[in-house]
Every structure is written in C-alpha cells, then in structure tokens.
C-alpha cells in the first residue's frame, strides 16, 4: 500500500509541489494510500456562495446544476467551484481506514460522519445525483471520497436530526471565533444576520457581548428582520443593503446614538460588502470577514483608501473545538434549534 | 461652505451611493468643503502597472501621454487608470485648510506633503503637464488636488532625498504592521524578505523580536539571499520557492530545530503563496499577508483544510504613524538607508 504525505500531497496532478486546496485537478481514483480514509458519501452540503453561483449560472434548472456538479467533479477530481473557489462539506459512512490511521483515531468502519475540512480539497467522485434540495444547497448523492490525515471531521450527534446537525457544521468555524473574539461590553455588527451563520453568530455574540454590550443584525429584507428580531439574539436589527457602505456606515451609527462598534462579523453571501464591514467599526476595532464572497485586494486598499486603522482577520473555517462550540449552540437554544429545523432539516 | 462628509461621497457624480475609490466620476472643481484640504500639487507618482499601460497606448510619445493623462482626469475627475484601476500618489504643497479640521491636524499652509491615499479616489485637476519622468513614473504639473478628512499624508522629511521618501512611504503599512505584532523571544518568518517591503520588515521584525526571538528571511535566488545577509537583519537566511508550501515548511523546521513559528510574514509578490505562509506557523499564531496577490478563499479554505487554527490578517495599508516608522528605519539604519538610495533613488 502506497505511503501518503498527511496534506495529501501525493494526490496533487496539477500543478506539482502544491497543496490540494490549491491545485487546480487532483487525483480522485478510490484506492486508499496507508493513511488516507475512503469515505461512501451520502449527502454533499454546498458552500452558499458556490451553490448561489451554481444555480444562477443553470438558470435553475436542476439538471443543469446537475449537469455542472458533475463537470467540476471530472474536470478537477473535486467539487471546487471555479468562480467562486469554494467547496462545501458531505456526509458519509466509513468505508475503510487505512492502516497508518488505525488505532490512532476515534473512528471505525460504519461510523457517519460530516467531513470539516472543504469539498475544495476532498478527493471525490460522484456516480450519481439523486435529490437537489435547493433551498437549503444540499445535494444527495452516490459516490465516495477521501479523507486526509489532517483532515477534520465530527461523528454526527445521536440527540438531532442528520441535517439538523449538517446545517450547523457546516458554517461552524464563525459562532466558534465570534465566541473567541466578542469581550464582555463589545459593540458588534452582525452583516447578513439572518443567514444561517448570521444567527448563530448572533447567538454567540450576545452570548459573550453580555448585558452591557450590543448586538446589531444587519438584514437585507422585512421578512428576515421578522425571524431575526424573534429569536431575540439582538439589542437592534438594522434593515438594508451591504453592498451600500455608507448608508450603511449612517444606518449603524443612528442606532447606536453615534458609537462605532468594536467588531463587526461579515456572513453576507454576495460581492461589494467589504467596505460596509469596515466603515462602521472604531480604530483598532476589528473586522472579521467570514464571507467567501471577500475581495482580499478590496478590503486592503479600501481600509488604506478611508485611512481605517483596523485589524481584518479572514475567517478560518477551523478553530479548536468549533464543532463542539455549533452544536451546544443548537442544543441550548430552543428557539434556534426550531428555526433550523425548520429551515434546514 | 458646505458640509462634506469625512469619506468624499458627497464629490461622488456616479454612481450614487459608493465611495470615491468605486466611482466612475467625482467632482474635481477646487472650491473646498468645511472638511477638506486643497493642495498645489507638484508631482504626480503614477502607479506603476498604470503608468506602464499609458506609456504603451502613447507608444512611448510624451505629448500622447499627456493627452491621455489629462483625459482620465478630464472623464473620471481623478487620476485612475480606466485599464489597471490603480492610481498612484502625490506630492504637493498645502494651499488651503477647511475651517472644520483648522487646529485639529498637524498640517500648515505651505507644508509640502505626499498623499498616502490612492490617486484613484483623489479629485484633481490638471492645468499643465510640466515634465514627464518616463523611467521613474513620474510627472511634474500645475494643478489642484483635494484630501479628504479621512484621506491620510506625510510631511516630507527634509533629511532624505524625495524620491526616496517616496520609495519608502509606498510599502509604509508592512513594517509598521510588523512593529505592531512582532514580540520579544517571537519567531518570525518573512516570505519574500530580500524585496522593498521585506527589507523594511525584517528590520522592523528584529528590532522588535530582540536577542532571544529569531528572524527567518525567505527569499528566491542566491543574489537576493547575499544582499539579505549583509543587512544582518535575520538570524537565518533560507532560499527556496514561496508557492511550495511543504517545502518551506520542511526548510523552516530544520532550521529552527523543529520549532514552529509564531508569526508569519507574507511580502511576495506572486500568487499561491498563502499555504506556504500558513503551514511554518504554529497553532493560534499569525499569518501576516501583505501581498497583493493573496486569495481570500485560498486562505480561509487552506488553513481550515490542513486543520490549523492561525490568525490570518489581511495587510491593512495603513495603520497609524506607519509613515513615521518607516521613514525612521531609513534614518536609524545606515545598510538599509543605502540599499534603499542604490535600487529606488
Ligand atoms: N470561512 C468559512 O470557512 C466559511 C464556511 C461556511 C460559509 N462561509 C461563508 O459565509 C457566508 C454566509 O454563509 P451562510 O451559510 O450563513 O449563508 P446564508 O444562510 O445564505 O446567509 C447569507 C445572508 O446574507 C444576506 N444578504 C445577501 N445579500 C445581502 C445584502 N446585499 N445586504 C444584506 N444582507 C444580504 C442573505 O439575505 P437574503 O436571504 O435576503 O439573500 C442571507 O441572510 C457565505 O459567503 C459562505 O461562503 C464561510
Ligand atoms: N497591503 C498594502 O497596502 C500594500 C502596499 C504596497 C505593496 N503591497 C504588496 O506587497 C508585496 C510586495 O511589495 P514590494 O514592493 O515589497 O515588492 P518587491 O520589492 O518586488 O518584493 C517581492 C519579493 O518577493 C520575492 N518573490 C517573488 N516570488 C517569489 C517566490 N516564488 N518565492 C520566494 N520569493 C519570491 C521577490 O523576489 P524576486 O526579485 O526574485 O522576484 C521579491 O524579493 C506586493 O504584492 C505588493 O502588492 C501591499
């Protein structure tokens, strides 16, 4: 059995000496290298920026978004959008682990797990598309993939629904750094509120925030601002456009009575909404951008170009016990858990 | 006299809504608001990728580049280059302060200054082209510019040439970033260590780490490596291929015995270096990335896909006083001063 290297370098076609996130086609043939786990995918949770691109580009049409998952996959041995380079998560059972792994790790054959680390460097090959579930960007699927030594996963919890649990992982990188960054106090701007990550941030903001700080949900439109406003996460809900910066900028100051907001939490899913992330926060606050839909060269130049001096962290899908922080999330709250389960399971 | 607002929107003619830098027309007529400085400006520094692009539709003809050059500002009321969308920056001498910041800045009628915000978002006029610099990007004018309240400047030093000033001040945010995150005992990595910013960084990163941290400088080729050398500024030299990730990482643990770093520095000026930024680092350290050519999705993906959890943050080109401290690493260091004078004055 061949050797592999833990990042799974030994899979990278094009171009050499790269990482798989990088590489623009990688090798997805099934048979597992010493420390690699095959995995028999059950269900493929898209990323929401990618899913959105997917779904414009078909006209959504469900054999067209078909048709374009299945040309990813064969053209680059994993489900990488081109445009907009990000992947999404799957489910599946474990098929085989390889022997370098066995002993060491915490899962055995049968186990259902969600993979944690992205479709954008997940070895995968899809025989068929069975179920399109648009409105929560999940597809179900025969096909299997592979799993890397670094690779993270979380075996699914037997106290919530499979989806239920899916919906939440999938974006649990941001509740679990809001939980790290929002001190006691803290004014924070949440943009893209009543989004899936939007209210678990939420959730977690005030959580941290406290009695003496502010959260303020940024929404796009009336019906979202309703949801958001009942679960009661935050001290104001703001309604509006992300991609207008300083209506925005007007908007979060006239609700604050003046103050700019320590830290604001960008869950948007569409372009332009940088500079709506860094107007309204103070000098040496922090921006936090979450979204996959972020300008890195946007960003940079358009903080220099309004002289803000402030700290722009992009946001790691990974950080210590981020799993375990989401769904505590949804088993604390009940009023988020019935949202979720409603929306997405 | 009218009321602006600190980011320039009311100059903004199209589209209505966005900032100066996104618009594709403001107003340039030099009757200044409460809140905004007019300047006499000498000397335009045209972006270099803009003024490469200028030169070549002129075919290298001085009157042609003028013409072209009094178009832009004539169509768009600033200085942004329609094909590269960059702009560049200026030195002039102050003419007029707005009564609403008079007493409140550190600037004086008759000061000279250089505009450390884009000439993309700057509303200028040109009365006459004096004197085109072809090899330096250069153009000496007669005409106006405003500064926005938020827009940021540095006085001129007058114990160094301008030009190189100028050099110095265009990569300000680098080091003094540095200055800010660099801790004594630190290990510092600097990815593409022997270029402008780098040299400035690894400075800036030893001073700060001190006898008991360690400055590794990165750098490509076998001549870049020598100049880095002589400077002293690193405690260990290692050439090799920023978009090869593993192997900087295994080059960076022999080195260091095995040690991760602390912190990050990515100052390269090619794309897919983020991965080799990311893996050298150790958990809950900081990966700096400066470079213009970073990927958003390369590096949120990437750090979630190899299971790291590091602090990635965007170079922010502005922070405060980064003008200060860069000019004075010229000043405090006689190497630096004079490899600076050899290849930018
Ligand atoms: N860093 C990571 O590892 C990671 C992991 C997962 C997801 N993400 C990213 O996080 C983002 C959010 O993901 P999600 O699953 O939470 O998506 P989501 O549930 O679709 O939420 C996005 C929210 O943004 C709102 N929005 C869209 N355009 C807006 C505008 N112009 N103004 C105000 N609000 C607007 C949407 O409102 P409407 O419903 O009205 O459109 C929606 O409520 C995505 O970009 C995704 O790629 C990152
Ligand atoms: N955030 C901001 O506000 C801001 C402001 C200014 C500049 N920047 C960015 O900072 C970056 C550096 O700017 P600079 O003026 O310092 O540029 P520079 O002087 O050209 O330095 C870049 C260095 O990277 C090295 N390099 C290139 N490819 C490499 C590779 N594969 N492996 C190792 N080293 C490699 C270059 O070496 P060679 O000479 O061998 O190619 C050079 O020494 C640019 O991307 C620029 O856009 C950002």
Known sequence: MKKGCPYGTHRVIEPIGV???????????????????????????????????????????????????????????????????????????????????????????????????????????????????????????????????????????????????????????????????????????ILGAAGKSGMLCCYEAKKRAGVTGKVIGFVRAGKEAERLKQTGFCDIVIEGDATQ??????????????RYVDISINVVNVPNTEMASILPVRDDGTVYLFSMATSFTKAALGAEGVGKDVNMIIGNGYTKGHAEITLQVLR?????????????A
């Open 19 to 189: 990482l798989p996130q990088t590489a623009v086609k990688i090798d997805n043939s099934m048979e597992i290298y010493d420390n690699e786990i095959l995995i028999d995918v059950k269900t493929l949770n898209i990323d929401s920026a990618s899913f959105t691109q997917i779904e414009e580009q078909a006209g959504g049409d469900e054999a067209k978004i078909a048709e374009i998952m299945m040309g990813i996959v064969r053209d680059r041995g994993k489900h990488q959008n081109p445009v907009t380079g990000s992947g999404g998560m799957l489910i599946g059972v474990i098929e085989k682990i390889g022997p370098a792994l066995e002993g060491k790790i915490d899962l055995k054959v049968g186990d259902k797990i969600a993979t944690l680390v992205s479709l954008s460097l997940t070895p995968l090959r899809i025989d068929k598309i069975l179920n399109i579930k648009k409105d929560i960007d999940q597809v179900d699927i025969e096909g299997k993939a592979i799993l890397f030594e670094s690779g993270i996963y979380a075996k699914l919890p037997s106290d919530m629904p499979e989806k239920l649990a899916l919906a939440a992982l999938d974006v649990a990188g941001a509740p679990a750094q809001t939980a790290k960054l929002v001190k006691p106090g803290d004014y924070v701007l």
């Open 245 to 258: 910066p300083v209506d925005v900028l007007n908007k979060v100051l006239e609700a604050t009575g003046g």
């Open 332 to 344: 604390e709250n009940e009023t988020l858990r019935k949202i979720f389960e409603e929306v997405y």
